[in-house]
């Protein structure tokens, strides 16, 4: 058989897009849509980046900063962007930064932080070419570079700018304006930031994000530093709430090793009851929040099975998951390598291995609550708890 040799001439209909082309052509593939939610995705993907350097000890504090003209600054105290060639693309590395696939991951700061990762694959190419204006600047050996892009594409080269003071904060700081002729025409709210911004700061507990409005006469500041994570996240859903027993705080990385595989997933929860009916679960995934995935079904899986074993000899028959969530609050947070989602924007997570790790960690946490020398089967907490849910059953039955 003859080798066939195609000729582009033959399928004149087929446009091959470049990156820059393609976000901009599709961009609900890549920040979930064009509104007002889809807007704000651009300030959360920068600020999940820095995240990640906070995970890995090279970042301690991030700054958000909206201004007039729908302009927003996002400013960390991390790594330096050396001004070397990228090989690969031989452009100056601060320029393939914002203009490549994936340069912007760990390869841009020479580390490795395999639980976490920021926009899959397409690092920061799609927020440049969705702003109508972006600056990027960076500090490196002593000085300050800057670059600036127009829809994603460069107005000039990767200029030295000055030296650095002798106090001023080494990092990376990017801004931008949305690129309205693409993304519905919106100002950024500032609340809807600072409820976002504060979920992520639970997740870095070493982190101090700082939201500054200067739009605003005098201009509007929120901080946030949660040095417990999800015990903090718990303490402050049920601030107000009359609570049935103490926060229980746990983390615990599980290891899978089959065939010549290993997998690690950190996993933190914490919990603790009310005496309401409400159910409060605040999950996230490498940063992400989400109400469903395989991690929730862990937790659901984990706890009726728990608490089920507990109260054995005291219910008529086991609990529903319907019995236990009432009152419940919940915080957990999942770091793994390589999650699956069910879209780009990261919807709900689809690993199974999640499901593994999240079902034995709680499942520990929940039994070490009764490991006690004083001779007694359950603690206060575990009889507490137990008595919540036939309360919820009782309260099912009316």
Known sequence: MSERKENPQEYPEIVRLEPREHVRKRPGMYIGGTNKQAMHYLIYEIVDHSIGLVFVGLCNHIWVTLRDNNEVCIRDNGLEIPDKIDERTGKVLLEAFMTEVSVSDDRVHEFTN?????????????????????T???????????????????QSKVTQVRALKPDEPKGMAITLQPDFTILEPHDFD????????????????????TVVDERKYPSLKTEFHFPNGMADVVRDCNAGQTVLHKIIHYQEIWVMEAENRREEIEVEFALQYTDSNETVIKSYVNTWCMDGGTQIQGLQSAMVDVINSKAANSTEKPFTWDEVKGGLTVGLNVKLIDPSFESQTKINLINPTAYDAVAKVIYDGLNLVDQRDDGQELSKISKAIIEKCKANRNMGRL
């Open 114 to 134: 395999e639980r976490y990762r920021g926009m899959l694959s397409t690092g920061f190419l799609a927020i440049n070419a969705l702003s109508e204006q972006l």
């Open 190 to 209: 500032y609340d809807a930031i600072v409820s976002r911004l504060r979920e992520t700061a639970y997740l870095a507990p070493s982190v101090t994000i």
């Open 136 to 154: 990027i600047e960076s500090t490196y050996k002593g000085y300050l570079w800057k670059q600036e892009y127009r829809v994603g594409i460069p």
